[in-house]
């Protein structure tokens, strides 16, 4: 009836450890919370643009074998 549990008391090493692991998590945590934010504020700035495809043509040409031709559209911010 009156049996009660007795937690050994910690030592200092043991505090000591304690929350230097709890501060490592803690600053995981918040690094983790920073890159979420920077990469949520990047992709915030992308514009983006619906196309018409009603306005879209294909061209059809004559395939030459054993070449691909590869377009590569893009933007140059060089000054």
Known sequence: MGKTKRRKKM???QRRKRKIIVF???????????????VWLK???INTSKLNEDNMVINELATDEGYTTVAIFGLDNRS
């Open 11 to 13: 030592t200092r090493k």
């Open 24 to 38: 490592i998590i803690e600053i995981l945590i918040l690094l983790i919370l920073l890159l979420f934010v920077f």
């Open 43 to 45: 992709l915030g700035k």
